[in-house]
């Protein structure tokens, strides 16, 4: 299952799964069959109220149909009625919220993806891309997420945290201050998210240097037993 990774306003990154053509597809119909109801209802109101003006029934018909999706997307934060009951959501492929810019360019490249072929571009390019965009999502750089129920994230599992058996494997690391293992963990967040490992071997070199150490250890691994031994050496 294909995934992308999320930034929360906690700074903590969840991934979650890219919503598939079937839901989609099915928010979709939803959401037409949303807005003819609308619509029917409208041209009802209007009906009864005996207007005879033209250029009201196109005001009141034509344009909730045209801007339906983009003012609740825009509104909802990247939802619409039919995909908020999916629990489905657009967001930027960058993994942060998507903007008022990028609903618009979606809105407008609909008409190539929905309007033309009755929707196959639209439906090829989801599911032969690798990121489910469709026309209108690779240009405002936007994809669509299933919103799964996700796991309680534990203590455990945010920091590196030791057993009570566990043996310091450097001493030295007592040595290191608070401050010091924060930047460890940042340069090991950014290899981990980024695939950037540069600043992870220079936060090494620098601890090696500082604390005196010779090993020839993986400076993942050894950033890492660091973490660890000044957990334990300083929760004594």
């Known amino acids: 299952m294909q995934t992308i990774q999320v930034r929360t306003t906690q ?6 799964p890219l919503a598939s053509v079937g839901d ?16 029917i209802g409208i041209g009802l109101l209007l009906w009864q109220l005996s207007v005879n003006s033209m250029w009201v029934w196109i005001l009141f018909l034509v344009i909730p149909n045209l801007l339906y999706t983009v003012l609740f997307e825009i509104f909802m934060n990247g939802q619409t009625p039919a995909k908020r009951v999916l629990r489905i959501r657009v967001i ?15 809105w407008v490249f609909a008409l190539i993806d929905f309007g033309v072929l009755g929707g196959a571009i639209a439906l090829i390019l989801i599911s032969a891309g690798g990121k489910g965009q469709r026309l209108g999502d690779m240009v405002a750089g936007t994809t669509v997420i299933k919103e799964v129920e ?17 043996q310091p494997v450097f001493s030295q690391a007592i040595q290191l201050s608070s401050r010091d293992v924060e930047i460890i ?18 936060v090494a070199e620098k601890i090696k240097t500082q604390l005196g150490i010779q090993t020839d250890m993986p400076p993942i691994s050894l950033l890492y037993t ?5 957990n334990n050496l300083t929760s004594r």
């Open 11 to 16: 700074n903590v990154y969840i991934h979650y």
């Open 24 to 39: 989609r597809i099915l928010a979709h119909l939803l959401d037409r069959i949303i807005v003819v109801s609308i619509l």
């Open 92 to 106: 930027r492929v960058s993994g942060t919220p998507a903007t008022v810019g990028d609903f618009v360019l979606r």
């Open 150 to 166: 996700q796991k309680e994230i534990t203590a455990q599992e945010v920091f590196v945290l030791t057993e009570d058996a566990y």
């Open 185 to 202: 963990q940042q340069a090991l967040e950014v290899n981990r998210n980024t695939g950037n490992s540069k600043p992870m071997l220079l």
């Open 226 to 230: 660091l973490i660890k031994d000044f």
